[in-house]
């Protein structure tokens, strides 16, 4: 039972750049999400799923798009990577709205 | 919209001390989450408390929630190196279907 697993780790991107963030749980939770976490701060959400083909915005979310076409996957792509959105990325599933949140390794992600 | 505040910001203690963070909503919470962080990790759920009052203890980590459940605290008791990391509050609100709401973090670092 791997959790929440998340690819790759690290990445270096340039301006303008894109790429996409995997996300992956096996423990057949409905709820996903995604934050962005910035050096010495708290965790921002980006977007989060309820399930397999729903998704929504949340705090932060320009410059970003998810999909969720299966209930394990959620990617989130970064379309034209800007300084700005250098930052650790973590990935979280929940069985439902009230229950805890287990979160993946993250991804550090910095666009140079 | 709903905000979860937690204080401090930062905290540093003699090893051996006691610590406690605070967190404040300004809405009632339905429930209340906390979360650890260390330097370099993920959040890792530690609790969730749901009655008005509701105190729970962990070895050295007490939880507590407000009568009105609004406010919430941790308190750590004659802390060690190992406590050393950040700690989140993440609250929902009363009756309603929405997502847990994070509080930007308790960074907690002990001086030896």
């Known amino acids: 039972n791997a959790g929440v697993t998340q690819t790759p780790k690290f990445r270096i991107l340039k301006i303008g750049q894109s790429m996409t963030l995997q996300c992956a749980q096996d423990?057949?939770?409905?709820?996903m999400y995604w934050y962005r976490q910035d050096p010495g701060m708290g965790l921002k959400l980006i977007y989060y799923?309820?399930?397999?083909?729903?998704?929504d915005k949340g705090e932060v979310p320009n410059g970003y798009n998810v999909s969720r076409s299966t209930t394990e996957d959620f990617p989130l792509r970064l379309e034209l990577a800007a300084p700005s959105q250098t930052s650790v990325y973590f990935c979280?599933?929940?069985?439902?709205?009230?229950?805890?949140?287990?979160f993946g390794d993250g991804t550090r992600l910095s666009i140079l | 919209g709903q905000q979860v505040m937690q204080i401090p910001q930062y905290q540093h203690v003699q090893e051996g001390e006691d610590f406690t963070t605070y967190c404040n909503s300004s809405?009632?919470?339905?429930?209340i989450q906390w979360y650890k962080q260390r330097p370099g990790g993920h959040p890792v759920f530690l609790i969730q408390?749901?009655?008005?009052?509701e105190v729970k203890k962990q070895k050295r980590l007490t939880f507590q929630f407000g009568e009105a459940k609004k406010n919430s605290s941790l308190h750590i008791t004659a802390t060690q190196t190992t406590d050393v990391g950040t700690y989140f509050c993440?609250?929902?609100?009363?009756?309603?279907?929405?997502?847990?709401?994070f509080g930007k973090g308790t960074r907690l670092h002990i001086l030896p």
């Open positions: 979280a599933s929940s069985y439902s709205l009230v229950q805890p949140q287990h």
């Open positions: 408390l749901v009655k008005s009052g």
């Open positions: 423990m057949n939770h409905n709820y």
């Open positions: 993440a609250g929902q609100r009363m009756n309603r279907d929405d997502k847990i709401i």
């Open positions: 799923s309820v399930g397999a083909g729903i998704t």
């Open positions: 809405t009632t919470l339905s429930n």
